[in-house]
């Protein structure tokens, strides 16, 4: 097995700017075995879209590799074929039912009410009063359930962004079951309650009928959370701070013709969603390398998404790239579901912050979350005041 025993993924450095070791990698190490994270670690974009794209060769949930123990799996690739495609169908149904300029409106008098609250204060925490409560909006309306306090949303997604990087750090089997308890607490009170519509209501009432188990709603239930409230978070994270180190980028999405392929390109350069994982079903070759039944694979979206082979000047802001067929939310049948929602929102932030009285500038240190699946800030002082 190659290995390439420079790759720290938590590394200080690496959690500032992951992307030169990506662009290193990519020419001398494009799939090679990593012992740390226990699996073929893939970063070139044609590898990375060809083992997200063949989801009957590389399978998310490693219960598939065992046909027998499948059956009895709590997510949906448990399912067979037929149920899986129906009950995807639902849910892309119940999204795409969903007026989206209405939605942008409230997204926008959300942001306009989130904004009225901070305006004046000399710093506060752009995570938490902008992120947290912005992404928790937009998924309470996404799923169709009463939204919870932001701060709950905030430590749920932080602790599976933790966990997805379980095999990267010392692992806290205490921290992780107290956000499996809270995560399934939320899950149990939305199918529970009364109150749900749109998303909620079609998978409780049309899986029901369908005999899909109740464990198998809940998981999509789970995935669907972090896919909306997850990217959401961190994107926008992402973006304030990229308008305070570049301002000539804030400055020209000002230009209502830039916006949408601006916010495209970004998730393209920065996005969220850094790498996912799966599992080979069965013997097969990467670039030449032999990966065999039942080995993981890293797919590290964001060295794809830096590709030279696919994307002329990569590492540069090219905010009318077009085509941009990034994997920023994936590829394929596990593609982001939710990222219509994340794309408006990023879009109507934007705008937001253009029309403020004030220029966003750092109030403090940033600190970013350390992990390497999910790049996103744990905290991010800011102000729009001047510096006294």
């Known amino acids: 097995m190659s290995s390439a025993p420079d790759f720290d993924p938590l590394s200080p450095a690496m959690l500032e700017d992951p992307y030169p070791v990506y662009a290193d990698l990519q020419e001398k190490h494009p799939v090679f075995w990593h012992e740390?994270?226990?699996?073929?670690?893939?970063?070139?974009?044609?590898?990375?879209?060809?083992?997200?794209?063949?989801?009957?060769?590389?399978?998310?949930d490693p219960r598939r590799v065992s046909e027998v123990s499948a059956e009895s799996g709590e997510s949906i690739q448990g399912l067979d074929v037929n149920a899986q495609s129906e009950l995807r169908r639902l849910?892309?149904?119940?999204?795409h039912d969903q007026d989206l300029e209405e939605i942008g409106r409230r997204v926008?008098?959300?942001?306009?009410?989130?904004?009225?609250?901070?305006?004046?204060?000399?710093?506060?925490d752009?995570?938490?009063?902008?992120?947290?409560?912005?992404?928790?909006?937009?998924?309470?309306?996404?799923?169709?359930?009463?939204?919870?306090?932001?701060?709950?949303?905030?430590?749920?997604?932080?602790?599976?962004?933790?966990?997805?990087?379980?095999?990267?750090?010392?692992?806290?089997?205490?921290a992780e079951?107290?956000?499996?308890?809270?995560?399934?607490?939320?899950?149990?009170?939305?199918?529970?309650?009364?109150?749900?519509?749109?998303?909620?209501?079609?998978?409780?009432?049309?899986?029901a009928e369908m005999g899909v188990p109740v464990g198998v709603i809940k998981n999509l239930i789970g995935l669907l959370f972090i896919g909306s409230f997850g990217t959401i978070f961190a994107s926008s994270g992402s973006l304030a701070h990229l308008f305070i180190q570049r301002p000539d980028v804030f400055e020209k999405?000002?230009?209502p013709a830039l916006l949408?392929?601006?916010?495209?390109?970004?998730?393209?350069?920065?996005?969220?969603?850094?790498?996912?994982?799966?599992?080979?079903?069965?013997?097969?070759?990467?670039?030449?390398?032999?990966?065999?039944?039942?080995?993981?694979?890293?797919?590290v979206l964001?060295?794809?998404?830096?590709?030279?082979?696919?994307?002329?000047?990569?590492?540069?802001?090219?905010?009318?790239?077009?085509?941009?067929?990034?994997?920023?939310?994936?590829?394929?049948?596990?593609?982001?579901?939710?990222?219509?929602?994340?794309?408006?929102?990023?879009?109507?932030?934007?705008r937001a912050v253009h029309d403020a009285p004030g220029p966003l500038r750092l109030a403090g240190t940033p600190f970013r979350l350390p992990t390497t699946t999910v790049r996103s800030f744990a905290s991010l002082p800011v102000s729009f005041q001047p510096e006294s």
């Open 108 to 124: 926008r008098a959300s942001i306009d009410r989130i904004f009225e609250g901070v305006l004046a204060r000399p710093s506060f």
């Open 126 to 174: 752009w995570m938490i009063e902008v992120s947290a409560r912005l992404s928790g909006m937009i998924t309470a309306d996404f799923l169709g359930v009463t939204e919870p306090d932001p701060q709950v949303f905030k430590t749920i997604v932080e602790g599976m962004a933790r966990k997805f990087d379980a095999d990267l750090s010392e692992p806290d089997p205490e």
């Open 91 to 95: 849910v892309t149904g119940s999204i």
């Open 260 to 299: 949408g392929t601006g916010v495209e390109e970004f998730l393209r350069f920065d996005g969220p969603t850094q790498a996912t994982s799966r599992m080979a079903k069965q013997e097969t070759r990467v670039s030449g390398v032999t990966i065999k039944q039942g080995d993981p694979v890293f797919v």
């Open 177 to 207: 079951q107290r956000v499996r308890d809270a995560f399934g607490g939320l899950i149990d009170g939305w199918l529970s309650s009364p109150e749900t519509h749109g998303t909620m209501l079609t998978l409780k009432n049309r899986a």
């Open 302 to 350: 964001a060295a794809a998404n830096r590709d030279p082979r696919q994307f002329p000047r990569p590492h540069e802001l090219v905010l009318d790239r077009a085509p941009n067929r990034h994997l920023g939310f994936g590829w394929g049948p596990h593609s982001c579901l939710g990222s219509l929602f994340g794309q408006l929102a990023l879009r109507e932030l934007t």
């Open 253 to 255: 999405l000002r230009d």
């Open 36 to 60: 740390k994270v226990g699996a073929w670690v893939v970063t070139r974009y044609d590898d990375c879209r060809e083992v997200l794209r063949n989801s009957e060769l590389f399978v998310r």
